[in-house]
């Protein structure tokens, strides 16, 4: 497969084919996308949470942020890699925001970056410095207090209508492409038809021009909570328990490691002496 790029994805908009996009945050994760033919691979703040434990996303540091896109970059060379702006990184002034998007970049890699918010004047200026940049509204985690926490927006009129001019002025910006998370199901088709590039959507409905889920939460790997939208294609974290308790059990009992796992070429006679 070529390399994945904003002009292949405004092409599947065009004709109307969907768009994958999962995160991965490491090597082998990001191998086993590659492998999948997944168009797009968020390496996505919700690392923070997932890979290191934290409560929420906000303690992320670009550093960190920058340490995992790098072997996501080496495993998926066909997919768009996406590096996320962490919290801090963009809110102080526009040129904080060029130079956080410069390190992700340089450092990190990836092909583009992605930040949240309905902020065309920062999308606009990260742009002209020669940066793509994908919009991230509606349900904005790292913000989600200001929203009055996870709940879904753009549930009136009012509300509905000031997602759709985010939406309208990230294009005008130079936003290539906007995530829309967790709005009402006919909010999400009518951004998508509002803007001509895509719209990917999480918790945003069937319409969208495609979507986006956590790797850990589709294939179980994650139990702290498990947001509605997610539909979990595997349980792989009960198998690797599954896994690592057999093996637990064989250690105790003398069953594994089993000849076939050893390596010969001296006998016990052979060291008696030493």
């Given at each position: 497969?070529?390399?994945?790029?904003?002009?292949?994805?405004?092409?599947?908009?065009?004709?109307?084919?969907k768009?994958?996009?999962?995160?991965?945050?490491?090597?082998?994760?990001?191998?086993?996308?590659?492998?999948?033919?997944?168009?797009?691979?968020?390496?996505?703040?919700?690392?923070?949470?997932?890979?290191?434990?934290n409560?929420?996303?906000?303690?992320?540091?670009?550093?960190?942020?920058?340490?995992?896109?790098k072997?996501?970059?080496?495993?998926?060379?066909t997919?768009?890699i996406?590096?996320?702006?962490?919290?801090?990184?963009?809110?102080?002034?526009?040129?904080?925001?060029?130079?956080?998007?410069?390190?992700?970049?340089?450092e990190?890699?990836?092909?583009?970056i992605?930040?949240?918010?309905?902020?065309?004047?920062?999308v606009?200026?990260?742009?002209?410095?020669?940066?793509?940049?994908?919009?991230?509204?509606?349900?904005?985690?790292?913000?989600?207090?200001?929203?009055g926490?996870?709940?879904?927006q753009?549930?009136?009129?009012?509300?509905?209508?000031?997602?759709?001019?985010?939406?309208?002025?990230?294009?005008e910006?130079?936003?290539?492409?906007?995530?829309?998370?967790?709005?009402?199901?006919e909010?999400?088709?009518?951004i998508?038809?509002?803007?001509?590039?895509?719209?990917?959507?999480?918790?945003?409905g069937?319409?969208?021009?495609?979507?986006?889920?956590?790797?850990?939460?589709?294939l179980?790997?994650?139990?702290?909570?498990?947001?509605?939208?997610?539909?979990?294609?595997?349980?792989?974290?009960?198998?690797?328990?599954?896994?690592?308790?057999?093996y637990?059990?064989?250690?105790?009992?003398?069953?594994?490691?089993?000849?076939k796992?050893?390596?010969?070429?001296?006998?016990?006679?052979?060291?008696?002496?030493?």
């Amino acid at each position: 497969m070529a390399k994945v790029t904003i002009q292949k994805l405004k092409e599947m908009k065009q004709k109307g084919e969907k768009i994958s996009m999962v995160t991965a945050y490491d090597y082998a994760q990001a191998v086993l996308v590659e492998k999948s033919g997944i168009e797009i691979i968020l390496v996505g703040d919700s690392l923070a949470m997932t890979m290191l434990g934290n409560e929420g996303t906000v303690q992320l540091t670009t550093d960190e942020m920058i340490a995992h896109i790098k072997p996501v970059v080496k495993g998926a060379p066909t997919p768009m890699i996406v590096g996320d702006m962490v919290f801090g990184s963009y809110n102080e002034s526009i040129s904080q925001a060029i130079r956080s998007a410069n390190r992700l970049m340089k450092e990190g890699g990836c092909d583009v970056i992605k930040l949240e918010g309905g902020r065309p004047e920062v999308v606009s200026a990260i742009v002209e410095a020669g940066i793509p940049v994908q919009g991230h509204i509606g349900l904005t985690p790292q913000t989600a207090s200001m929203l009055g926490g996870f709940k879904v927006q753009g549930k009136s009129l009012e509300a509905a209508q000031r997602i759709i001019d985010e939406a309208k002025a990230l294009e005008e910006a130079g936003a290539f492409s906007i995530v829309v998370e967790c709005v009402p199901e006919e909010l999400g088709r009518a951004i998508t038809e509002a803007v001509s590039i895509p719209i990917i959507g999480i918790g945003a409905g069937r319409y969208c021009d495609g979507q986006v889920l956590v790797f850990h939460d589709m294939l179980g790997l994650f139990d702290k909570f498990l947001p509605k939208f997610v539909k979990q294609y595997a349980q792989i974290g009960d198998e690797i328990v599954k896994s690592l308790s057999t093996y637990k059990e064989e250690v105790r009992q003398g069953a594994f490691p089993e000849e076939k796992h050893t390596f010969g070429g001296l006998s016990r006679e052979d060291l008696k002496d030493l």
